[in-house]
């Protein structure tokens, strides 16, 4: 059964750091385009990064450009979503989601395959 997992959340201050992990089971990551998304209280799923299946090109929304940086690691079947400098404006729970495509996007409705979100809370 294919599930994916998220860790690595959690509470830190303005300025600080956090990385973010997404593990598949049940299938492998090498082919599957994945992303990253984000959801605050009260808005709409917001993706953030995500990095094709093959040439391993990334995309990323503009606000977190310079700050994050998305990457895979095939041989431990995970993703990763290194966040810092962090503002309370990126609290959110963060989601991890993959699709069978070549090229990434950051449209929620691209993928089929979710995790079940880690929080992430900014604040001092």
């Known amino acids: 059964q294919l599930q994916l997992v998220e860790s690595g959340g959690g509470l830190v201050q303005p300025g600080g750091s956090l990385r973010l992990s997404c593990t598949a089971s049940g299938f492998t990551l090498d082919f599957y385009a994945i992303a990253w998304f984000r959801q605050a209280p009260g808005k709409e799923r917001q993706g953030v990064s995500c990095i094709s299946s093959t040439s391993g090109s990334t995309t990323y929304t503009d606000s977190v450009k310079g700050r994050f940086t998305i990457s895979r690691d095939n041989a431990e079947n995970t993703v990763y979503l290194q966040m810092n400098n962090l503002k309370p404006e990126d609290t959110a729970v963060y989601y991890c989601?993959?699709?069978?495509?070549?090229?990434?996007?950051?449209?929620?409705?691209?993928?089929?395959?979710w995790g079940q979100g880690t929080q992430v809370t900014v604040s001092s």
């Open positions: 989601a993959v699709e069978p495509l070549t090229s990434c996007t950051l449209v929620a409705g691209s993928y089929d395959y």
